[in-house]
T-cell receptor, first 114, second 110 residues
Framework: GAVVSQHPSWVICKSGTSVKIECRSLDFQATTMFWYRQFPKQSLMLMATSNEGSKATYEQGVEKDKFLINHASLTLSTLTVTSAHPEDSSFYIC??????????FGPGTRLTVL | QKEVEQNSGPLSVPEGAIASLNCTYSDRGSQSFFWYRQYSGKSPELIMFIYSNGDKEDGRFTAQLNKASQYVSLLIRDSQPSDSATYLCALRHDGNQFYFGTGTSLTVIP
């Protein structure tokens, strides 16, 4: 299958700082990428849809000023958690849509805010 | 009404048995269907996709789609302890809209 990478895998930061997470499709171009969040023992929660060259579409209840998404190229989308707080601690997962319409997930980024 | 419904389980099967995972969906306009496996603490991994009625086999896995009854299932033959995970059913609508079920937890008992 197609490969999607995320960086970093783990990040620990202090409350009030910002954290940037990168999502890359390594062997294909993706006009659409998704960002999910998953709390322990809970389901995936879609946060936003990231489309190359346009503004992201956020799901209801997700603050767009807090979770900044930039899809600068066909292989890279970034999620910046601004002014992170302990309640933002979670597992953030991106995915990319292949031309075949299959959705491939990155390995995830575990964020811990102290 | 949720787009995709899955029994959360847990489902337990003995090693070597067939595990059957089921998923129902509400929108007849759904175009393609996916099964993902998610190990604890890891991200989902695509196992199979199916978009035509009938069965699709890949190794020990068989996906079954019945559009008239609006269900999709995944059969795992010769279940192994390493198959213990949460299995997510997903469907795709036009415009790359994806909907996920909440997942079924499977435990294969050695």
């Amino acid at each position: 299958g197609a490969v999607v990478s995320q960086h970093p895998s783990w990040v620990i930061c202090k409350s009030g700082t910002s954290v940037k997470i990168e999502c890359r499709s390594l062997d294909f171009q993706a006009t659409t990428m998704f960002w999910y969040r998953q709390f322990p023992k809970q389901s995936l929660m879609l946060m936003a849809t990231s489309n190359e060259g346009s503004k992201a579409t956020y799901e209801q209840g997700v603050e767009k000023d807090k979770f900044l998404i930039n899809h600068a190229s066909l292989t890279l989308s970034t999620l910046t958690v601004t002014s992170a707080h302990p309640e933002d601690s979670s597992f953030y997962i991106c995915s990319a849509i292949h031309l075949s319409h299959e959705q491939f997930f990155g390995p995830g980024t575990r964020l811990t805010v102290l | 009404q949720k787009e995709v419904e899955q029994n959360s389980g847990p489902l337990s099967v003995p090693e070597g048995a067939i595990a059957s995972l089921n998923c129902t969906y509400s929108d007849r306009g759904s175009q393609s269907f996916f099964w993902y496996r998610q190990y604890s603490g890891k991200s989902p991994e695509l196992i199979m996709f199916i978009y035509s009625n009938g069965d699709k086999e890949d190794g020990r896995f068989t996906a079954q789609l019945n559009k008239a009854s609006q269900y999709v299932s995944l059969l795992i033959r010769d279940s192994q302890p390493s198959d213990s995970a949460t299995y997510l059913c997903a469907l795709r609508h036009d415009g790359n809209q994806f909907y996920f079920g909440t997942g079924t937890s499977l435990t294969v008992i050695p």
